[in-house]
């Protein structure tokens, strides 16, 4: 394709120049396009719409998450008060246990005692 400018350097060079600055009248156009202003400012509001949607799911979530740590800690403290109920039960049959074991012993020893003197008693 032949430029039709006989001086082709200065030529194209012009031929550059116009379609930079046509490119730059277009761009200006349609920056201030009433219909494009239009909606950019409904993307803006549709993005403003979903970031208070987002802070809203997220305050959420929050209190959400401190509901649920509130409930364990009041559950982790009802299972440590029930494992410290069935401590002192478990302590309390413990002593019964000890205590009836000794008096068991105490009656068997009581037993030998009789029968040993029952025994000294017949050989004289």
Do not use: W
């Amino acid at each position: 394709m032949k430029n039709s400018n006989p001086d082709q350097f200065d030529g194209r060079l012009k031929t550059a120049s116009e379609a930079k600055q046509s490119k730059l009248e277009r761009f200006q156009a349609a920056a201030n396009d009433p219909e494009r202003l239009a909606k950019r400012a409904k993307r803006e509001e549709a993005a403003a719409v979903r970031e208070e949607k987002r802070q809203a799911k997220a305050a959420e979530l929050q209190k959400e998450n401190e509901d649920l740590l509130r409930q364990q800690a009041e559950e982790a403290k009802r299972a440590e008060e029930q494992a410290a109920v069935l401590a002192a039960k478990l302590a309390e049959t413990a002593d019964q246990e000890s205590a009836q074991k000794a008096a068991h012993e105490a009656e068997r020893k009581a037993e030998r005692d009789r029968r040993y003197a029952a025994r000294r008693n017949r050989k004289r």
